[in-house]
């Protein structure tokens, strides 16, 4: 069965920092380029960052970088996003996302979410 399960969240003070996981399980992590997302109450969901393959490349909204980091271990089949400098507005259900890196196309892969808080 696959699945992605993403852990870390929770409430944390503004200036503070949290590390979020998304551990897969059901298919080969390391063929799947691997994003994370969020979705604020009322508004879209938007891209975070994302990570190739073979974690050689990474890419950041432009209101993370600096801030956040994405990272793999494709071993332990799991993505990271540390976050750091946490701000109110960073306040958002969290969502990892596993996109095949290949040809033909496959089915992407979403997990459930997990609940940051930043406040005071």
């Known amino acids: 069965q696959v699945q992605l399960v993403e852990s870390g969240g929770g409430l944390v003070q503004p200036g503070g920092s949290l590390r979020l996981s998304c551990t897969a399980s059901?298919?080969?992590?390391?063929?799947?380029?691997m994003n994370w997302w969020r979705q604020a109450p009322g508004k879209e969901r938007e891209l975070v960052a994302t990570?190739?393959?073979?974690?050689?490349?990474?890419n950041y909204a432009d209101s993370m970088k600096g801030r956040f980091t994405i990272s793999r271990d494709n071993a332990k089949n799991t993505v990271y996003l540390q976050m750091n400098s946490l701000k109110p507005e960073d306040t958002a259900v969290y969502y990892c996302?596993?996109?095949?890196?290949?040809?033909?196309?496959?089915?992407?892969?979403w997990g459930q979410g997990t609940q940051v808080i930043v406040s005071s």
């Open positions: 996302n596993a996109v095949y890196s290949g040809l033909p196309r496959r089915p992407e892969y």
């Open positions: 059901g298919f080969t992590c390391s063929n799947y380029g």
């Open positions: 990570v190739t393959s073979t974690g050689g490349s990474t």
